[in-house]
């Protein structure tokens, strides 16, 4: 079957998906298209844009949406509906966006539980429901045959693709713009031995149909969160192989066994289109065969997802009860049928053997009253079973009354709900700015640690300078112990001078009682002291040296600001004292001169 040239009915909003309007569809995408037309018919929730399928719930997406969905709606988007669609990766739509949207189902709990949406909005990929939409043909090219079905945009030659994976054929889900190419694919993937997916749409048909796939690892993984996503709603691991020997290996020891569809109807129940009866039935029929009649309990869990459910369910609740008359009438009916035919056949075999005559014909009429009355019997029996229907219809009537006020208190404690997820919000709300709190802490601690950091490298480096400053105090401490043997030598010298001295003022005693000689001696003595003088004044020179290469090093090192001063020694008189004392003692020509010599002599004989 191809696409209408013309539309079945109007969809009063904007489908986008990849790829709209172009030639070459990828299979996944343009899936949009044929859930329109072979599932729902075309009155729906309010909204300007609508999303089917896909990995589209993403910040990005979303804002090119407002943008393009200009030329689709005449307006700018103000709300979308996100029904079977999953993230891109865990926080591809923010909370911002989020509140934009209407989420009736998603593709797999990850995605719900990124979102934190609650176990009331339903799970699984729409792709799960083709098998409600078509009834797959047998591909005869297909069948024992191992199939790759890698990506839309994998341009990789099919050789190249078959000696990697080692598979029997590549199947590509580049498809025209038709359902007949949607439908024959979907025969394609029903047809094969095994599939090794890298779309995840053939991985999904594969799982609908019942046909044993595994994941192909193709070196590049195509939004590795949605194939997480799907894996978790079937309850199968997420892990890929690139050989499809390896692929059934895995298939027979860990998905074979664990596959488990999700349950359908509730899907069903939220859609944003009402949903044509033929393909809810199969739906239900499915579910029931894989859940049981507890699969039919399902209502959705918000207001919108409750409207949708009720105008859903209104015409199937009827359709279903009908259908379960019917079975019971029919059964009863064909074991009617039975018994008459039986009675018939009696009937024939007993007129063919007309041999027997009367008696026998005679018994048979008797078999055959008997039969009537087992008939009448039956009759009978059929008019107490549709009394007794009677009687549960009306118990039915009283079910669904009682039904009513059980959704009735639903609404009010889905209200609660509600507010309660209002309280829950506002909390998550002050949790995160206690989180931008704490953050901002984190920012300032690691603000001091980098403070405290620098503050421990100029530590380092004033302890490097003080270790080189009481190096170089060392060095001047050495270079102060030398410059004082140094000075100890001079003073030593000095001593000798004063000894020389001494010895001088000795001999000059001796020679002032020497009167004969003293005017000699006097000379020879004054020349003697010239010389100790000269020798006296050098000394102090070198000290005057000394003290001021002193000076210069503890200017230089402050260490040695608080060190102890040197005793000073006794300075020898001026040249100019000298003189005048051996004058007083050499020639004590008046009593003046005589006093004096005489103190001179008692200091020189003190001293």
Same mark, same amino acid.
């Given at each position: 079957?191809?696409?209408?040239?013309?539309?079945?009915?109007?969809?009063?909003?904007?489908?986008p998906?990849?790829?709209?309007?172009? #030639?070459?569809?990828?299979?996944?995408?343009y899936?949009?298209?044929?859930?329109?037309?072979?599932l729902f018919?075309?009155?729906g929730?309010?909204?300007?844009?609508?999303?089917?399928?896909?990995?589209?719930?993403d910040d990005?997406?979303?804002?090119?949406?407002?943008?393009?969905?200009?030329?689709?709606?005449?307006?700018?988007?103000?709300?979308?509906?996100?029904?079977?669609?999953?993230?891109?990766?865990?926080?591809?739509l923010?909370e911002?966006a989020q509140?934009?949207c209407?989420?009736?189902?998603?593709?797999?709990?990850?995605?719900?539980?990124?979102?934190?949406?609650?176990?009331?909005?339903?799970i699984?990929?729409?792709?799960?429901?083709?098998p409600?939409?078509?009834?797959?043909?047998?591909?005869?090219?297909?069948?024992?045959?191992?199939?790759?079905?890698?990506?839309?945009?994998?341009?990789r030659?099919?050789?190249?693709?078959?000696?990697?994976?080692g598979?029997d054929?590549?199947?590509r889900?580049?498809?025209s713009?038709?359902?007949?190419?949607?439908?024959?694919?979907?025969?394609?993937?029903?047809?094969?031995?095994?599939?090794?997916?890298?779309?995840?749409?053939?991985?999904i048909?594969?799982?609908a149909y019942?046909?044993?796939?595994?994941?192909?690892?193709?070196?590049q993984i195509d939004?590795p969160?949605?194939?997480?996503?799907?894996?978790e709603?079937?309850?199968i691991?997420?892990e890929?192989?690139?050989?499809?020997?390896?692929?059934?290996?895995h298939?027979?020891?860990?998905?074979?066994?664990?596959?488990?569809?999700?349950?359908?109807?509730?899907?069903?129940?939220?859609a944003p289109?009402?949903?044509?009866?033929d393909?809810l039935?199969?739906?239900?029929?499915?579910?029931i065969?894989?859940?049981?009649?507890?699969?039919?309990?399902h209502?959705?869990?918000?207001k919108i997802?409750?409207?949708?459910?009720?105008?859903?369910?209104?015409?199937?609740?009827?359709?279903?009860?009908?259908?379960f008359?019917?079975?019971?009438?029919e059964?009863?009916n064909?074991?009617?049928?039975?018994?008459?035919?039986?009675?018939?056949? #009696?009937?024939?075999?007993?007129?063919?053997?007309n041999?027997?005559?009367?008696?026998?014909?005679v018994?048979?009429?008797?078999?055959?009253?008997?039969a009537?009355?087992?008939?009448g019997?039956?009759?009978?029996k059929?008019?107490?079973? #549709?009394?007794?229907?009677?009687d549960?219809?009306e118990?039915?009537?009283q079910?669904?009354?009682?039904?009513?006020?059980?959704?009735?208190?639903?609404?009010?404690?889905?209200?609660?709900?509600?507010?309660?997820?209002?309280a829950h919000?506002?909390?998550?709300?002050?949790?995160?700015q206690?989180?931008?709190?704490?953050?901002?802490?984190?920012?300032t601690?690691?603000?001091?640690?980098?403070?405290?950091?620098?503050?421990?490298?100029?530590c380092?480096?004033?302890?490097?300078?003080v270790?080189?400053?009481?190096?170089?105090?060392?060095?001047?401490?050495?270079?102060?112990?030398?410059?004082?043997?140094?000075l100890?030598?001079?003073?030593?010298?000095?001593?000798?001078?004063?000894?020389?001295?001494?010895?001088?003022?000795a001999?000059?005693?001796?020679?002032?009682?020497?009167?004969? #000689?003293?005017?000699?001696?006097?000379?020879?003595?004054?020349?003697q002291?010239?010389?100790?003088?000269?020798?006296s004044?050098?000394a102090?020179?070198?000290i005057?040296?000394?003290?001021?290469?002193?000076?210069?090093?503890?200017?230089?090192n402050?260490?040695?600001s608080?060190a102890?001063p040197?005793?000073?020694?006794?300075?020898?008189?001026?040249?100019?004292?000298?003189?005048k004392a051996?004058?007083?003692?050499?020639?004590?020509?008046?009593?003046?001169?005589?006093?004096?010599?005489?103190?001179?002599?008692?200091?020189l004989?003190?001293?």
């Amino acid at each position: 079957m191809g696409q209408p040239s013309q539309p079945e009915f109007l969809i009063d909003c904007a489908l986008p998906y990849w790829l709209k309007g172009e #030639e070459n569809q990828n299979f996944g995408d343009y899936l949009t298209e044929f859930f329109c037309a072979r599932l729902f018919y075309g009155v729906g929730l309010a909204a300007k844009v609508t999303h089917l399928i896909g990995s589209v719930m993403d910040d990005d997406w979303l804002a090119r949406q407002i943008d393009t969905d200009l030329s689709l709606t005449g307006s700018r988007t103000t709300k979308t509906v996100f029904w079977g669609c999953g993230l891109r990766s865990e926080t591809s739509l923010s909370e911002k966006a989020q509140k934009q949207c209407t989420i009736l189902s998603v593709r797999g709990p990850l995605t719900r539980s990124s979102l934190r949406l609650g176990i009331s909005v339903p799970i699984g990929d729409p792709a799960l429901l083709l098998p409600a939409l078509h009834s797959p043909r047998q591909d005869a090219a297909l069948v024992g045959r191992k199939a790759l079905i890698p990506h839309f945009l994998d341009a990789r030659a099919d050789a190249e693709l078959l000696a990697l994976s080692g598979c029997d054929v590549v199947l590509r889900p580049g498809i025209s713009r038709s359902f007949a190419a949607v439908e024959e694919f979907i025969d394609q993937v029903a047809s094969a031995e095994f599939i090794l997916a890298g779309a995840l749409h053939g991985a999904i048909v594969a799982a609908a149909y019942g046909t044993p796939f595994a994941y192909w690892d193709s070196g590049q993984i195509d939004i590795p969160f949605k194939w997480r996503d799907f894996s978790e709603s079937v309850g199968i691991p997420c892990e890929f192989h690139k050989t499809v020997d390896a692929g059934i290996r895995h298939y027979e020891t860990e998905i074979n066994g664990a596959l488990k569809l999700p349950p359908l109807l509730p899907v069903l129940s939220v859609a944003p289109f009402p949903v044509r009866q033929d393909a809810l039935v199969r739906v239900i029929a499915a579910d029931i065969e894989r859940f049981g009649i507890a699969s039919l309990r399902h209502r959705g869990g918000t207001k919108i997802q409750s409207a949708l459910a009720a105008e859903t369910w209104a015409v199937p609740a009827r359709l279903i009860g009908a259908l379960f008359e019917q079975s019971r009438l029919e059964q009863m009916n064909n074991e009617h049928q039975s018994r008459i035919a039986q009675v018939n056949a #009696e009937l024939e075999r007993s007129e063919a053997e007309n041999a027997d005559g009367k008696q026998r014909l005679v018994s048979l009429q008797a078999k055959l009253v008997d039969a009537q009355s087992a008939h009448g019997a039956a009759a009978e029996k059929l008019k107490q079973f #549709e009394a007794r229907n009677a009687d549960a219809a009306e118990k039915l009537k009283q079910f669904e009354a009682r039904n009513a006020d059980k959704e009735q208190r639903l609404v009010l404690m889905q209200a609660k709900l509600a507010d309660a997820q209002s309280a829950h919000d506002a909390a998550a709300e002050k949790l995160k700015q206690s989180e931008s709190r704490l953050a901002e802490g984190a920012q300032t601690i690691a603000s001091l640690r980098g403070n405290v950091s620098d503050a421990l490298l100029a530590c380092d480096a004033a302890v490097s300078k003080v270790t080189r400053l009481e190096s170089k105090a060392a060095e001047a401490e050495q270079r102060v112990a030398s410059m004082q043997a140094q000075l100890s030598a001079v003073l030593s010298q000095s001593a000798e001078a004063e000894q020389r001295i001494a010895s001088l003022q000795a001999q000059l005693s001796a020679a002032l009682s020497e009167s004969a #000689e003293a005017e000699q001696r006097i000379a020879s003595l004054q020349a003697q002291l010239s010389a100790a003088l000269s020798e006296s004044d050098a000394a102090n020179a070198g000290i005057a040296q000394y003290k001021a290469r002193v000076a210069e090093t503890e200017a230089q090192n402050p260490y040695l600001s608080q060190a102890q001063p040197i005793k000073k020694r006794s300075k020898l008189r001026s040249f100019k004292d000298a003189v005048k004392a051996i004058g007083y003692i050499a020639l004590p020509y008046n009593k003046r001169r005589r006093n004096k010599r005489k103190k001179l002599m008692t200091g020189l004989r003190s001293y």
